[in-house]
Structure formats: structure tokens, C-alpha cells
């Protein structure tokens, strides 16, 4: 089981980046999917989650992110909009099959992690 996360770079306060999560290995439309994101200095902070028919987003990112599944090419995407230096860190997307809806939100629920995708926000 492979996630590859791409996409990140560098952007301007209030420009958009699209992050992908391409996964092998696995039929992602089988499996919660999740982003999280750890900035220099902080924990691990869960971003937004595609579990079935259900989104989850983190308060600090909800209206300015969407997430989305193409199961066709077995990726997950996060459009991030509105982008702040707040918003700077590593995105990480993770996947498991197990989850329940009390869990999404937690990381250390999760089986499977890529390898994470830096994102600057800066002027």
C-alpha cells in the first residue's frame, strides 16, 4: 500500500493550492481518507476527511478547503482556498478502512500514511 501526496509549494497569503493523495494498493473508494498537517513546532492537526458519503473538516478550514475523491483514479484531493501563513506546514494524507465517525479525526486511528507535502504560505 502506497499514498503519494503532491502539490505543495509555495503561495501567496489568499492564493490556492490543490494537494493530491494517489493511492496504490488499495480501492480508495473503500477507505476513510484523511489530511492532517504539522506546522514547525506544533502537533499534528487534523484537516478535513472523506469517509463514504461524509466530509469532515476542521473548524480552522472549513469554507476555505474542500476535499474530494476520484475513485476512477484512485485519488483523494484538497482544494485549500484562501490559503494564510497560518495555513503553512506539512500535509500529510493517511487512510484506513476500519474507521468510524468518532474516529476520523484522530490520527493515530489511521493505518496508512504518505509521505507528506510542504506548503508555505508567504508573502
Known amino acids: 500500500v502506497q499514498l503519494q501526496a503532491s502539490g505543495g509549494g509555495l503561495v501567496q497569503p489568499g492564493g490556492s493550492l490543490r494537494l493530491s493523495c494517489a493511492a496504490s494498493?488499495?480501492?480508495?473508494?473503500?477507505?476513510?481518507v484523511g489530511w492532517f498537517r504539522r506546522a514547525p513546532g506544533k502537533d499534528r492537526e487534523f484537516v478535513a476527511a472523506?469517509?463514504?458519503?461524509?466530509?469532515h473538516y476542521a473548524t480552522s478550514v472549513r469554507g476555505r478547503f474542500s476535499i474530494s475523491r476520484d475513485n476512477a483514479k484512485n485519488t483523494v484531493y484538497l482544494q485549500m482556498n484562501s490559503l494564510t501563513p497560518e495555513d503553512t506546514a506539512v500535509y500529510y494524507c493517511?487512510?484506513?478502512?476500519?474507521?468510524?465517525?468518532?474516529?476520523?479525526?484522530?490520527?493515530?486511528?489511521?493505518?496508512?500514511w504518505g509521505q507528506g507535502t510542504q506548503v508555505t504560505v508567504s508573502s
Open positions: 494498493g488499495l480501492t480508495i473508494s473503500r477507505y476513510t
Open positions: 493517511a487512510a484506513d478502512r476500519q474507521l468510524i465517525t468518532s474516529t476520523v479525526r484522530n490520527g493515530a486511528y489511521y493505518d496508512y
Open positions: 472523506v469517509k463514504s458519503g461524509d466530509i
